[in-house]
């Protein structure tokens, strides 16, 4: 690991001759040489994919919800370096009239802007993680108020964190529940909890303030001082999650029967980890319930990256084309994750969707998550709600611009997107513009 640069001198710089004496090595050479690559047409798995055709002739869903977040964390440069995270998240609101006039190979500028200003919606924020906080206020603490502040975002009036409370109070039902208990910021060997429907209140143990976002967990990942990046993360995700139930939670409340023709489509899978996993359960049992309504709420994650999306680049090549593989708990283990069958079934305690491979034609293939309501560790199609009309709809949202793409998911990334250059650069001018030492 090489010196890194300071306020007086450079950093170290890698050795440009260093690996010629890699290169020179008996043993490299006769490793290397034993190596080989697998045949293209090789079997990846010691286990059968059963791949099914997918069900088609549904009538596609006419009104369409996508969601997307971006976070860039930023550096001051001056000694003691600050850091903060801008995140920003958007929700798109499209139906299939407006999609149909898109270009779906070279989509008009004006006609991307036109939508992304008439059905779209954003929130930003910014969290100090280092060396900034509030003043008179620990970063921990600055932290905890700038998160519950953030989803009472006046310019969504407040409706992400009504949603949170809809989700975790089970409000769905009109039946008044217990909100799962947590473990308080101020003394963490205790329990904490709030009574029905309230935002704030008091530790009984301590007495210190409880916000309703404390129960999610933020602080489990922080010092009285420092927060790390992965803080502004799990907040990208957690209002991510929240923007798109706040949809659903709005018609739900005014007039349910119109989800029977939404679509909510979110970015990544449907999954929520760690101690943000508490709102797993209540998200289950409201689709298990809304099922028992007779309502059928449509929602799907898709996956850009990692371990799965990895797997099915690699085996949808002899999948037939219009076909699904709903992977089971054993497949998953010993196929993706490469780990032994015992212990818990996967995604247990953090999925609210089951994974399901879909190779919609030789250039369309992704992977998707669908609810299942109670979970099931080895889910059939029938167990996935809405999965009829959903992957009826799909094939009039794609896109030909990228690999798998869906045009609400490409549209939400164009509103919610910060990258790395040069919008980087400004938040940190703007960032150091604040600088008060």
């Known amino acids: 690991m090489p010196y890194q640069s300071g306020s007086r001198l450079p950093g170290e710089k890698a050795s440009k001759l260093g690996h010629l004496e890699v290169l020179k090595s008996e043993l490299v050479n006769k490793l290397c040489s034993n190596f080989e690559l697998p045949a293209k047409d090789e079997d990846i798995t010691s286990q059968e994919l059963i791949w099914q055709p997918y069900p088609t002739g549904y009538e596609p869903l006419p009104i369409i919800f996508g969601v997307d977040g971006s976070i ?13 995270s801008f995140i920003k998240t958007a929700l798109l609101r499209l139906d299939q009239q407006a999609l149909a006039k898109i270009d779906k190979n070279n989509p008009h500028p004006f006609a991307l802007k036109k939508i992304m200003t008439d059905a779209a919606l954003y929130h930003a924020t910014v969290l100090p993680l280092k060396n900034v906080r509030v003043p008179g206020v620990s970063v921990l603490d600055s932290v905890r108020e700038v998160i519950f502040e953030s989803m009472k975002d006046d310019s ?67 010092a009285e001082e420092f927060a790390p990046e992965t ?71 898709q996956e850009k990256t990692g371990r799965f999306v990895d797997f099915l680049d690699v085996s949808y090549r002899n999948a037939p084309i219009g076909s699904i593989f709903i992977p089971g708990d054993k497949f998953i283990k010993e196929e993706v994750q490469h780990r032994p ?84 650069r400004i938040l940190q001018i703007f960032a150091d513009s604040f600088d008060k030492g």
Not at 158 to 183: C, H, M, N, S
Not at 248 to 259: A, M
Not at 273 to 285: C, E, F, H, N, T
């Open 72 to 84: 860039q964390t930023v550096k001051g440069d001056s000694v003691p370096r600050k850091e903060m």
């Open 156 to 222: 969504l009036n407040g409706e992400p964190l009504e949603t949170l409370k809809w989700l975790v109070y089970e409000k769905w039902d009109g039946q008044e529940k217990a909100i799962p208990p947590f473990k308080c910021p101020h003394c963490p060997s205790q329990a904490a909890s709030l009574p029905y429907g309230a935002e704030k209140g008091n530790c009984t143990s301590c007495g210190g303030e409880l916000l309703i976002t404390d129960m999610l967990g933020f602080h489990q990942d922080m």
């Open 231 to 301: 803080v502004g993360t799990s907040y990208m995700l957690i209002h991510e999650t929240m923007l798109l139930f706040t949809g659903i939670r709005l018609y739900w409340e005014s007039n349910r029967e119109i989800l029977n023709d939404c679509l909510f489509i979110k970015d990544g899978p449907l999954s929520i980890r760690a101690q943000y996993s508490k709102l797993v359960a209540p998200i289950r049992r409201f689709f298990a319930f809304a099922k028992s309504e007779g309502i059928t709420v449509h929602l799907m994650g």
């Open 341 to 424: 069958e015992d212990g818990a079934a996967y995604g247990v305690d953090t999925n609210y969707g089951s994974k399901i491979f879909m190779k919609i034609d030789d250039y369309h293939h992704m992977v998707l998550s669908i609810p299942t309501g109670t979970f099931k560790p080895n889910p059939t199609l029938d167990d996935l709600i809405g999965a009829d009309r959903i992957f009826s709809t799909l094939p009039t949202i794609l896109s030909s611009r990228f690999e798998g793409a869906l045009l609400p998911i490409e549209l939400a990334n164009g509103v919610a997107s910060l990258s790395t250059y040069p919008s980087a």
